[in-house]
Nanobody, 117 residues
Framework: VQLVESGGGLVQPGGSLRLSCAASGFTFSRYDMNWYRQAPGKERELVAT????????NYVDSVKGRFTIFRDIAKNTVYLQMSSLKSEDTAVYYC???????????WGQGTQVTVSS
């Protein structure tokens, strides 16, 4: 099983980034997908969720209206489109897969997002 995130980097406040997470080694279409983040000195936080069918999404209040999670089943990839970025969005962002029927969870290695002028 592999989850490989990419797309992180340094961006100015108000800017945009798109994170990608390429999945392999499991049946991607059967898993809910999540993006978490962890800022220095803080606990890991669930940012966004998309269900296995891709028809339902949820976001933490602090990113609603600014972030969008979506998935491409054909490419076994989940994305997080981030816009109007703020300094408080600075964190390591992790992709995670969750099997609701099994309780199994997989994690990626994380990608750093830094919002700074």
């Amino acid at each position: 099983v592999q989850l490989v995130e990419s797309g992180g980097g340094l961006v100015q406040p108000g800017g945009s980034l798109r994170l990608s997470c390429a999945a392999s080694g499991f049946t991607f279409s059967r898993y809910d997908m999540n993006w978490y983040r962890q800022a220095p000195g803080k606990e890991r936080e669930l940012v966004a969720t998309i269900n296995s069918a891709g028809g339902s999404t949820n976001y933490v209040d602090s990113v609603k209206g600014r972030f969008t999670i979506f998935r491409d089943i054909a490419k076994n990839t989940v994305y997080l489109q981030m816009s109007s970025l703020k300094s408080e969005d600075t964190a390591v962002y992790y992709c995670s897969a969750y099997g609701t029927w099994s309780g199994s969870r997989y994690w990626g290695q994380g990608t750093q997002v830094t919002v700074s002028s």
